[in-house]
């Protein structure tokens, strides 16, 4: 069964830092873009970033451009997402997205989300 399971929320405050993984399993990771999105309360679902399948092409939402780091280890069938200078707007639940095989932007499978919440 194909699975997704984030890991590495939690409270920080403002300025700091949080390292996210999410583990896969079920796939060959390897030959599928991921993407980490997040929902922040009362607030819809915004895209924050994407690795292809070998990891040599990523992108950034503007608003994490320069502050947020993707990569993903194949080898682990683990994605991470480093973030820094974190922010109160970044607080959220994050997901790692898995991209069908068809288009980039069409995640067929979610993770259950983890939480991240950036206050003093």
């Known amino acids: 069964q194909l699975q997704l399971a984030e890991s590495g929320g939690g409270l920080v405050q403002p300025g700091g830092s949080l390292r996210l993984s999410c583990a896969a399993s079920?796939?060959?990771?390897?030959?599928?873009?991921v993407s980490w999105v997040r929902q922040a309360p009362e607030k819809g679902l915004e895209w924050v970033s994407v690795?292809?399948?070998?990891?040599?092409?990523?992108g950034y939402a503007d608003s994490v451009k320069g502050r947020f780091t993707i990569s993903r280890d194949n080898a682990k069938n683990t994605l991470y997402l480093q973030m820094n200078s974190l922010k109160p707007e970044d607080t959220a639940v994050y997901f790692c997205?898995?991209?069908?095989?068809?288009?980039?932007?069409?995640?067929?499978?979610w993770g259950q989300g983890t939480q991240v919440t950036v206050s003093s």
């Open positions: 690795i292809s399948g070998g990891g040599g092409i990523t």
């Open positions: 997205v898995k991209s069908s095989g068809r288009a980039t932007y069409e995640y067929d499978y």
């Open positions: 079920g796939f060959t990771f390897g030959n599928y873009a």
